[in-house]
């Protein structure tokens, strides 16, 4: 049987003439909670955006696994796919309330045109519960603090019900409660067999939170369990080179 | 006074205009409200501006003052200005703002030199054509209202069967692509949306204020309400009722322009919200801290008070 959720197969992106990604190829397998870290500028929020098609690669592909075990590309089953971005990407005094930016979880089941039922209103209540912002409801979404707006955008991605979770810096900048909040509920997605990437930022937790763990700095530095992975050897490896690729041989 | 209101009132020239000028404020109030939240106020200032040439070309071709053909000369010079602003930010060091700004004036240039030259000509239907530049309202007829509520009535049905997705992408457009809403046609649509705007207003705002009428609705309701459809609704309200007060002024008065009397109650509006809307208002805030001061204070004091 194949438990790969997502295959990346020489995957190399670049903006303008600078390449960001340089042949990456990875298989992440399904039901475990993965890390993907990097310093700035690794290209770590590219190489997930490749994977939701949002960046499209110079060479080489991604695919997804879908319910018959096969690899398809994003394209064809973005429901079952979870995004959620860095929450400084948005203007958070956009007006809207705290349970319609909930409710765009149900936008791509829903499709064009159509508009949000009651089920999935009450999919969305279901999830600002399961967060921790049941009375958050009707609030202001200017006036959430940072752990609050990351909870919400993880009730927006729970509201897809979807199978893979891919999250950019969930973590960043949010209080220990949020944190507790968000690694519990992630806990409880990968035991029920999802599949849950994050962008993660803080190496001393790696090993509490995670079972694999990528390192990248434009290529694969490497990959693999956290206990047999995750090393000072690799960390090095990662974070004190200053690289170049695609240049010369 | 009073009887020279009601007479303007009754007008049958003032009502039409009135209705024509209301409509473009309350369209400029709905559709704006997704060029400030896109943060892209300068790109519609920068449009309006690079309609000019298209319209004092499309004479220049027709020779004739046919709304219809002058408002397509400024579509197609519009979407060339986009074009190359598009071209210039994407392939060159030059920053959106500079382009923007470069754009906006060369084209605004090119139109005044065009307009100059038919100016000089012996035709005589250009007279009126330079009500372009600050608007005149009174030139409007029956059939321009007619045409500014046809095309008023369809982007108004397009933000409500596009609600959801119109909303989505602009407050979060990589999240809206990941569900596999089509960027490619939201931005289409929106960027359409806003030119149209733009052109049905030029003849009465003029290229120089138009923009400022898809502004400030939008920027004056966002202090009153947190709902987009709040916002939308009372943007247009707002828009609405400063296009009737504007012609209103400049019927009142002898050559008071009636473009920039709109801009101007647009901007009174603006001003009265920024200062006096609840909660969100600058003497609102001001007036919360020193409530709160006062009682940082007390309790301070208090303290004090208590230790000794």
Redesign the interface.
């Known amino acids: 049987m194949n438990d790969i959720a997502i295959n990346i197969d020489k995957l190399t992106v670049a903006y303008d003439a600078q390449p960001v990604l340089w042949n990456i190829s990875l298989k992440f397998q399904k039901g475990k909670m993965i890390a993907i870290v990097g310093p700035n500028g690794a290209g770590k929020s590219t190489m997930i955006k490749s994977m939701l098609g949002l960046v499209s690669p110079v060479m080489g592909s991604v695919t997804h696994q879908d319910e018959n075990q096969k690899a398809v590309p994003y394209s064809e089953l973005k429901n079952r796919i979870a995004y959620v971005p860095q929450n400084t990407s948005v203007d958070w005094n956009f007006p809207t309330t705290v349970r319609d930016v909930v409710l765009m979880g149900r936008y791509g089941h829903l499709g064009w045109f159509k508009r949000p039922r009651k089920k999935d209103k009450d999919i969305a209540k279901q999830m600002l519960l399961k967060v921790g912002l049941p009375t958050f409801a009707k609030r202001q979404i200017s006036q959430l603090s940072g752990g609050q707006r990351q909870r919400v955008f993880l009730a927006r991605a729970l509201a897809q019900e979807a199978e893979v979770y891919i999250m950019d810096e969930p973590l960043a900048g949010v209080d220990m409660k949020t944190e507790h909040i968000i690694m519990k509920l992630l806990k409880k997605l990968v035991s029920e067999g999802k599949t849950v990437l994050v962008v993660h930022h803080d190496l001393q937790t790696v090993e509490t939170y995670f079972d694999e763990i990528v390192f990248i700095n434009q290529e694969v530095i490497a990959a693999g369990p956290v206990d047999q992975t995750f090393n000072k050897q690799n960390i090095d490896l990662t974070y004190h080179r200053d690289r170049n690729v695609g240049e010369g041989g | 006074m009073l009887t020279q209101v009601l007479s303007v009132f009754t007008d049958y020239t003032f009502q039409l205009v009135a209705l024509g000028t209301g409509i473009i404020g309350l369209l400029s109030g709905v559709i704006g409200t997704y060029a400030t939240?896109r943060?892209e106020s300068l790109l519609g200032d920068a449009l309006s501006h690079a309609a000019l040439p298209g319209i004092a070309l499309a004479f220049v071709i027709i020779q004739r003052k046919e709304l219809m053909f002058l408002m397509l000369g400024a579509v197609v010079s519009g979407i060339i200005a986009t074009a190359i602003i598009q071209v210039m930010t994407r392939n060159t060091v030059v920053k959106l703002d500079s382009a923007l700004s470069l754009v906006l004036s060369s084209f605004f240039g090119l139109g005044l030199v065009v307009l100059t030259a038919i100016q000089n000509n012996p035709n005589a239907q250009q007279a009126g054509l330079n009500s372009f530049i600050f608007g005149q309202a009174s030139a409007m007829l029956r059939r321009d209202v007619q045409l500014i509520s046809s095309v008023g009535l369809v982007l108004l049905l397009l933000v409500v069967?596009?609600w959801?997705?119109f909303?989505?992408y602009?407050?979060?457009p990589?999240?809206?692509?990941?569900?596999?809403?089509s960027s490619k046609i939201i931005e289409f649509l929106l960027s359409m949306m806003i030119v149209l705007t733009i052109i049905i207003g030029l003849e009465s705002v003029g290229v120089i204020l138009i923009s400022a009428l898809l502004i400030g609705p939008s920027i004056a309701a966002?202090q009153w309400?947190?709902?987009?459809s709040?916002?939308m609704i009372l943007a247009g309200i707002i828009g609405f009722m400063s296009g009737v007060i504007g012609t209103l002024i400049s019927s009142l008065g002898v050559r008071i322009p009636t473009g920039p009397t709109i801009v101007v109650v647009v901007s009174v509006f603006v001003f009265v919200s920024l200062l006096f809307a609840p909660k969100q208002g600058y003497v609102a805030k001001y007036i919360l801290r020193q409530k709160k001061q006062k009682l940082f204070k007390k309790r301070l004091d208090e303290l004090e008070e208590a230790k000794q």
């Open positions: 939240l943060k069967v596009f959801k997705e909303k989505c602009t407050f979060d990589m999240f809206s692509r990941s569900l596999g809403f966002r309400t947190h709902r987009l709040g916002v």
